[in-house]
C-alpha cells in the first residue's frame, strides 16, 4: 500500500489530495493546502474512478484509409505509419501541412515538449491548443495592462481577508467549490445572467447580483467606471503614481452613464449604484472575471474594461486588493507559458521577438532562423483544416475538439477534410473516434508532471499508480515520432524531470521565468509562484507591488468601448443562448461522463429556461426541447429556472453528440485574442414531437 | 507618359467621398466614430467636422453632473474622431450653404467642398416670452440656459449652498438641473406652465407624486404657472402675482432646432430640418440628424434617437447597409436625479376602454405614501407604454420587454412590482430533499441516513457522505442537523 501526495486531475484551484493504491484499488483523500484547505468536490473524491475506467486504451489503433475502423497495431507500427504520412505530407505541401493541437490539460513538460516539437520537428507554425477557447481574452487584457499574464497576482488565501469580491462571469461554487472557503468573509458582487449556485451564496453573505444580458458586461463595466468617476471613488493619486491613460478610458466611460447602461444591459442603474458604493467601501477590495465575460468576441475588451475599473479604484499592486483571472484547466495557467501557443515560445515569450528567438533556439540548439513565426489561432486552424492551403494532418493532444470547439458542424466538416487525424488520448474521446490513428496514453496519476495552478504556482503531480500495460506517455510518444522524423534522440528526452530541466533553461529570462524552480525543493512542498528566476530562487507570491511588467513599470488603461454582440436575436431566433459548466462535469466531459456517480447526478444535457419562455414555447419542465441556431441545433432536456432572465437559456457544454451545446456557438472571433463567442449564441426552441 | 495605354480592364477607382459634418456635438461626433468604424482606413469617406465650440465635443447629458459637483467640465471630454481620413475643426462656425457649389463658408473665410453635407447642429435652448429674460445669446443678468459647458459654468458661478434658484421648465432638464442644484445645498423652486410637471412623459397621477417626491427633498414645485417677469437681484415673478426670490433663473423651457442654415439655403425646415428615414434633407445631398432634425418618427430632445440616426447615415454613406433606413425614435425617458428612480416610455395616454384581445389593458399601481406609482400598458402581449416611479428593478426588466417588442410574462402585476413570478409546482417537491452539501451533491435524506446509520459527529457525516468536505459552507447547516438530532448528548449512545 503507498500513498501518494498529488493533486486532482481537474481544475486550476489543483486542491491537493493524497492517493491511497492498494491492490489494484486507488482511493482518494484530501489533503490540507492553502488553496482548498482539505477540502474536494464531487469530482475530486470521485477522480480515481478514471484510473479503472472500464474502456481504457491500452493498443494503439490505426486504419490507412479514412473511413472504416481501426485495427489495433504495434507502437512501432503506429509510431512509424505516423511519422512516414507526417513526413510524406510535409514533403508534399510543406512544412505548415501538419498542425498540432495541444490542452490546458497537459502538464508544462508536455506543454513545452509539444510545442517545441512542432516547431523544431515538424518545422509547423500551425500549433495552437484549447486555452485560447479559455484563457485567452484575459491573457490578452492582462499583457495590455499589466505586461504580464499571471491569473492571479496574488495567493488564493490573500481574499480571505477580503471586504469586497466581484466576481465577473465567474460561477465558482460550481467550477471550483473549494474556492468559496475563502470567499466566506466577503461582500460578494456577481456578475451573472443567471440566479447562479455562487449568487446564492452570495445572497446568503448579504451581496448583490447584477444580472445582464448575455454579451452587455461590457457596458456595465464602463457604467462602474463611470459611478467610481462621480461617486469619488478614483483614487487620483495612484492614478498618477502608478498609471497611464485614465483619461482617454475615461472618454468612453463617460459615455456610459448608469440610466444609458441600464437600458444595455437590464441592470437597474440603483444595484449599479450599491455595486460601486461596496466597491468603493472596501478598502480590501478584488476584481476577479471568469469565461463568462471573457468567451465573448469582444472579450479582451470586456476584460480590459473589468481591469480599468480595478485600475481606477486603485487595486492592483497593492496588498489586500488587486484583479484576477479564475483560471479554467487544471493547468491553464502552466499551459499558456511554454510554447504550445500560436504566437509564443517557453516561458511567455513572444514568438515574434527576434531577442526571445534567439535564447529559445540557442537552448534547442538550432538556429533561431529556422523556427517558424506565429501561426493560426485555434479557430482559425480548425477551420483550416483539409481546405486551401490549410493543414492536412493534425496531431491532438489532451483536447476532445469534436465537443470543445465552437461551431461544430464546421469543426466536424474539417476534421473529416483531412488526409490524417491523430488523437493522443487515454479514453476513446469524441475526438478520438473521428481519428485514423489513436495512441494509448497515461494520464494524471499514471504519471510524474509540474502544473502551474491558478496562483502562478507550480505544483509537482506524482505517479501514484503504473499506466496500464501497453501505454505510454504523451513525452514518449512525441520521443519516439521526433526520432522517426529524424531528430536526435536527446533532443526530446521522454523523463519529465529532464523535460523540466530544459524547461526552466528555456524560460530563464522570459515573463514566465521557472529557472530557479527546483525540483528539490517542489517535492518538499515550498511554495514557489513565478517568475521564480535563477538568482530570485524564492519565487513571486505577490505581483506588482513595486512595479508592473511593462518596461517603464507603469500599468496601462486601455480605451474600451462597448458593442453589441456578434450576432443579434430576431423574430427567427428570438432568445440568446449562453454556455457553461456544472460541477460534477468537467470541460467537454470525455472523462466526468465516464464516472458512475457523477453521470448519474447530471445524466443529460439540460437547458435552463424561466417557466415563461418555456410556455410560450409550449415546453413543459422536464420535456425534451430542440435548441436551434443559426449554425445548427441540439437537443437537451427542459429545465425550469425561475431566476433565469426571460431572453437567456442555458447550456452545460460537456455533452456529445446531439446533445453538443457547441452545436450552437457563434465562431466569431476576438480581434485580440481570437477567442470565439461562446457565450452568445441566437436561438429558438422548438417541440421535439 | 508612357508609350502603351495601361491595361485598362478596371474602370478608375473614385476617391472617397467628401463628407463634412456641421456641429461637433454628441451627435456629430457619434457619427463620425460610426463612419470611421465601418470605414477605418478612409478609404471610402473622407469626414471632416466642424464644431464652433473650441471645447472640442463633449457630453452634454452630463452637464447636470458639474452642476451637482461630481464632475468637472473636463471630463465631459467626448473621445475625438480619428483615423485616417478624419479632419476635425473646432473654434470655427459655417457661415452658408452653397447648394449649386456643394460648398460651406465658414467665418475664417475658408470654403470646403462636400460630396455630402451632414448638419448636426443641434438645439438652442428656447427662451419662453417672458419680461426681463432676455434670449438665449443675450441673457438678462442672473439668467442661464443649461445647454453647453459655458452655461453651465456661469450657473455654477451663480450658484452656492443656500442661493435661491428658479428653474423654468419642469421636464427633464429643468427637473434633474434643479435636484442637481438642491443636491449642492441650493433653494430651488421649479416653475412648470403645463398642468404638471414632465406633461410629456407623465400623466397626472404620476406627475402629483413625482412633484411630492420633489417637494420632500425641499425643492419647491409651481406646475401650471407661467412666468411673468425677471427681475434681477429679486426674483421671478410669477403670473398669479407671487415673487419666487431668486439670484438665478435657469431657463429650462424646451429647445429651439439650430437650422437658420439650411433654411437661408432654402432647404425645406419645419422646427428642424425635415428629413426622411434616410436622414436626408429636401436636398438629396444634405442630411440632417439630432435636435436640428425633424424626422415625422420625432426623436428630437433625447440623445439616443440622435445616436440612432448617426449609424443609419453612416451605414448610408460608407455603403456598408444600402437598407438601412431610420424608423423613429423609440424614446424611453429616464430621469437622471439622486434618489428619484423614474422610467417612462411608450404611450402615457392609453384608452384601454375598447374591447377586443389587442385592446390596450393597463396595470396601474399608486401608493402616494410610498411616494411610488407604476402605470404598464399592454396592448398585444407586448408593452407599449409605461410610468415607472420608484419601481427600479422593474423599471430595467420593463424597458428591455419595450425595446425587444418581447412578450410580456402573464404575471403582470407581477412583472411591474418587480417580484419574480411564483414558482411553478414542479420546482416544489424536490425541496423536500433540499441539496445540503452542493460541492458533494449530498442531499439531506442521505444525511438523515448516515445518522441512521450511527453517524453521530461532524467528522462521521463527512467520512460517510463527503458533506462539508467541499467549500465547508454546509459545515453550519450539518452541525444544526447533529444538534437537532440530539447528537452530542451522551445520554443517548451510539448507534451500532
Known amino acids: ?689 | 507618359m508612357t508609350d502603351r495605354p495601361a491595361p485598362a480592364t478596371r474602370p478608375p477607382v473614385p476617391g472617397p467621398r467628401r463628407v463634412v459634418v456641421l456641429g461637433h456635438g454628441m451627435v456629430g461626433a457619434r457619427f463620425a466614430e460610426e463612419v470611421r468604424s465601418r470605414d477605418p482606413d478612409g478609404r471610402r469617406v473622407h469626414l471632416t467636422v466642424v464644431g464652433a465650440d473650441a471645447d472640442g465635443a463633449y457630453n452634454r447629458v452630463l452637464l447636470p453632473e458639474v452642476v451637482a459637483g461630481r464632475l468637472l467640465p473636463e471630463e465631459l471630454a467626448l473621445p475625438e474622431p480619428a483615423g485616417p481620413g478624419t479632419a476635425v475643426r473646432t473654434g470655427v462656425a459655417a457661415t452658408a450653404i452653397d447648394r449649386e457649389a456643394r460648398r460651406v463658408a465658414l467665418d475664417d473665410g475658408s470654403e470646403l467642398d462636400y460630396d455630402e453635407l451632414v448638419l448636426a447642429t443641434g438645439a438652442r435652448a428656447g427662451f419662453p416670452p417672458v419680461d426681463g429674460l432676455g434670449g438665449p445669446d443675450a441673457p438678462a443678468p442672473g439668467v442661464t440656459a443649461l445647454r453647453d459647458l459655458a452655461d453651465c459654468r456661469r450657473l455654477t458661478a451663480m450658484t452656492a449652498p443656500g442661493t435661491p434658484v428658479v428653474v423654468l421648465g419642469g421636464g427633464v432638464l429643468g427637473l434633474e438641473a434643479a435636484r442637481a442644484l438642491n443636491g449642492r445645498g441650493a433653494r430651488v423652486s421649479v416653475v412648470e406652465a403645463a398642468p404638471w410637471l414632465m406633461r410629456r412623459q407623465l400623466d397626472k397621477a404620476a406627475a402629483g407624486i413625482l412633484a411630492e417626491r420633489f417637494t420632500a427633498l425641499g425643492i419647491a414645485v409651481h406646475p401650471w404657472r407661467v412666468a411673468a417677469r425677471w427681475r434681477p437681484g429679486t426674483g421671478l415673478e410669477l403670473d398669479d402675482g407671487r415673487m419666487l426670490a431668486a439670484d438665478a433663473l435657469v431657463v429650462a423651457a424646451g429647445v429651439r432646432a439650430r437650422d437658420e442654415l439650411a433654411a437661408a439655403a432654402g432647404i425645406a425646415v419645419d422646427q428642424g430640418v425635415v428629413v426622411d428615414d434616410r436622414l436626408t434633407s429636401s436636398d438629396p445631398r444634405v442630411h440632417a440628424l439630432g435636435d436640428c432634425a425633424r424626422h415625422p418618427g420625432g426623436g428630437a430632445g433625447l440623445v439616443q434617437p440622435g445616436w440612432e440616426q448617426a449609424a443609419v447615415l453612416a451605414d448610408l454613406v460608407t455603403g456598408a447597409d444600402p437598407a438601412a433606413r431610420y424608423r423613429g425614435a423609440h424614446p424611453v425617458t429616464r430621469l437622471k436625479a439622486e434618489g428619484i428612480e423614474l422610467t417612462s416610455l411608450g404611450e402615457v395616454e392609453t384608452d384601454d376602454s375598447a374591447p377586443g384581445a389587442d385592446a390596450a389593458q393597463t396595470v396601474t399601481v399608486s401608493d402616494p405614501h410610498g411616494g411610488r406609482y407604476g402605470r404598464l400598458t399592454i396592448t398585444g402581449g407586448r408593452v407599449t407604454g409605461a410610468i415607472l416611479l420608484g419601481f427600479p428593478d422593474s423599471a430595467a426588466a420593463i424597458t428591455q420587454l419595450y425595446d425587444d417588442g418581447a412578450p410580456v410574462p402573464d404575471d403582470r402585476l407581477g412583472l411591474l412590482l418587480g417580484r419574480a413570478a411564483p414558482e411553478p409546482a414542479s420546482a416544489g417537491p424536490a425541496d423536500a430533499d433540499a441539496l445540503v452539501c452542493r460541492c458533494n451533491g449530498v442531499r439531506s435524506s442521505r444525511i438523515e441516513s448516515a445518522w441512521l446509520d450511527g453517524a453521530r459527529t461532524r467528522e462521521d457525516i463527512a467520512r460517510t457522505t463527503r458533506a462539508t468536505t467541499g467549500c465547508g459552507g454546509c459545515t453550519r447547516d450539518v452541525n444544526a442537523f447533529l444538534a437537532a438530532m440530539g447528537a452530542g448528548d451522551p445520554s443517548r449512545g451510539t448507534a451500532t
Request: with cysteine.
Open chain 1, 1 to 689: 500500500m503507498t500513498a501518494t501526495a498529488t493533486h486532482c486531475p481537474y481544475c486550476a484551484l489543483q486542491c491537493a489530495m493524497t492517493l491511497t493504491a492498494s491492490g489494484g484499488e486507488v482511493t482518494v483523500a484530501p489533503r490540507e493546502f492553502p488553496t482548498n484547505r482539505g477540502g474536494l468536490c464531487q469530482k475530486g473524491w470521485t477522480s480515481a474512478s478514471l484510473l479503472t475506467t472500464p474502456d481504457r486504451l491500452t493498443t494503439p489503433t490505426l486504419r490507412t484509409g479514412r473511413t472504416g475502423p481501426r485495427h489495433p497495431v504495434g507502437w512501432d507500427t503506429a509510431l512509424d505509419h505516423v511519422a512516414g504520412r507526417l513526413a510524406g505530407i510535409r514533403a508534399r505541401y510543406g512544412a505548415d501541412a501538419v498542425a498540432v493541437f495541444g490542452s490546458g490539460g497537459l502538464t508544462n513538460e508536455k506543454s513545452y515538449l509539444l510545442g517545441k516539437f512542432a516547431r523544431v520537428a515538424l518545422g509547423t507554425s500551425q500549433i495552437d491548443y484549447n486555452g485560447r477557447f479559455c484563457m485567452s481574452s484575459a491573457a490578452a487584457a492582462g499583457n495590455r495592462a499589466f505586461g504580464i499574464d499571471r491569473g492571479l497576482p496574488f495567493p488564493v488565501t490573500d481574499l480571505d481577508d477580503a471586504d469586497v469580491v466581484l466576481l465577473a462571469g465567474a460561477n465558482v461554487a460550481e467550477t471550483m467549490p473549494p474556492l468559496l472557503g475563502h470567499l466566506g468573509g466577503a461582500r460578494l458582487i456577481v456578475v451573472d445572467p443567471r440566479e447562479s449556485a455562487t449568487v446564492e451564496f452570495a445572497r446568503r453573505n448579504g451581496g448583490l447580483h447584477l444580472a445582464p444580458r448575455p454579451g452587455t458586461d461590457l457596458a456595465l463595466a464602463l457604467a462602474l467606471l463611470h459611478l467610481a468617476v462621480t461617486g469619488g471613488a478614483v483614487d487620483r493619486d495612484y492614478l498618477a503614481a502608478r498609471t497611464d491613460g485614465f483619461a482617454e478610458a475615461w472618454r468612453h466611460a463617460a459615455g456610459w452613464w448608469p440610466e444609458r447602461a441600464e437600458r444595455v444591459t437590464g441592470v437597474p442603474a440603483a444595484d449599479m449604484r450599491a455595486a460601486a458604493e461596496l466597491l468603493a467601501g472596501g478598502p480590501k477590495t478584488y476584481v476577479l472575471t471568469g469565461r463568462g465575460v471573457e468567451q465573448h468576441a469582444k472579450g479582451t475588451d470586456t476584460v480590459s474594461a473589468w481591469i480599468n475599473l480595478a485600475l481606477a479604484l486603485g487595486l492592483p499592486g497593492r496588498r489586500g486588493s488587486g484583479y484576477g483571472c479564475l483560471t479554467g484547466q487544471g493547468n491553464g495557467q502552466g499551459g499558456r507559458e511554454h510554447g504550445q501557443k500560436a504566437d509564443q515560445l517557453p516561458g511567455y515569450r513572444s514568438i515574434a521577438d527576434p531577442a526571445a528567438r534567439e535564447h529559445v533556439a540557442g537552448v534547442w540548439g538550432v538556429p533561431a532562423e529556422e523556427l517558424p513565426g506565429p501561426g493560426r489561432s485555434a479557430f482559425e486552424l480548425l477551420d483550416a483544416l483539409g481546405g486551401p492551403g490549410g493543414p492536412r494532418a493534425l496531431l491532438v493532444f489532451g483536447s476532445n475538439i469534436a465537443v470543445s470547439a465552437p461551431d461544430l458542424g464546421r469543426v466536424a466538416d474539417r476534421l473529416a477534410a483531412l488526409d490524417l487525424l491523430v488523437v493522443a488520448d487515454f479514453v476513446e474521446s469524441e475526438t478520438a473516434a473521428l481519428a485514423d490513428v489513436v495512441l494509448p496514453v497515461a494520464q494524471w496519476a499514471e504519471e510524474d508532471g509540474t502544473l502551474t495552478n491558478l496562483e502562478g504556482r507550480v505544483l509537482s503531480r506524482r505517479r501514484a499508480v503504473p499506466p496500464p500495460p501497453g501505454v505510454r506517455t504523451d513525452l514518449d510518444v512525441l520521443h519516439g515520432l521526433a526520432v522517426r522524423l529524424g531528430q536526435p534522440a536527446e533532443r526530446f528526452p521522454a523523463e519529465p524531470a529532464a523535460v523540466f530541466a530544459e524547461l526552466r533553461a528555456a524560460s530563464a529570462g522570459g515573463p514566465a521565468d521557472y529557472a530557479g524552480v527546483d525540483p528539490d525543493r517542489l517535492a518538499a512542498g515550498e511554495a514557489l509562484h513565478w517568475p521564480c528566476p535563477a538568482d530570485g530562487p524564492a519565487g513571486t507570491p505577490r505581483l506588482f507591488l513595486d512595479r508592473f511588467a511593462h518596461a517603464d513599470g507603469r500599468a496601462r488603461f486601455a480605451p474600451v468601448e462597448h458593442r453589441a454582440p456578434a450576432e443579434a436575436t430576431d423574430d427567427d431566433y428570438p432568445l440568446i443562448a449562453t454556455t457553461g459548466r456544472v460541477l460534477q462535469h468537467y470541460q467537454s466531459g470525455a472523462q466526468t461522463r465516464r464516472i458512475a456517480e457523477l453521470a448519474e447526478e447530471v445524466p443529460e444535457p439540460f437547458v435552463e429556461v424561466h417557466p415563461d419562455t418555456a410556455a410560450r414555447c409550449g415546453l413543459a419542465d422536464g420535456a425534451l426541447t430542440r435548441v436551434v441556431s443559426r449554425r445548427g441545433g441540439t437537443t437537451a432536456r427542459v429545465r425550469y429556472r425561475p431566476g433565469l432572465r426571460a431572453d437567456t437559456v442555458f447550456l452545460p457544454f460537456h455533452f456529445a453528440g446531439q446533445g453538443a451545446a457547441n452545436r450552437l456557438t457563434n465562431p466569431a472571433l476576438d480581434p485580440t485574442s481570437r477567442m470565439p463567442e461562446f457565450k452568445v449564441s441566437a436561438v429558438r426552441l422548438e417541440r421535439v414531437t
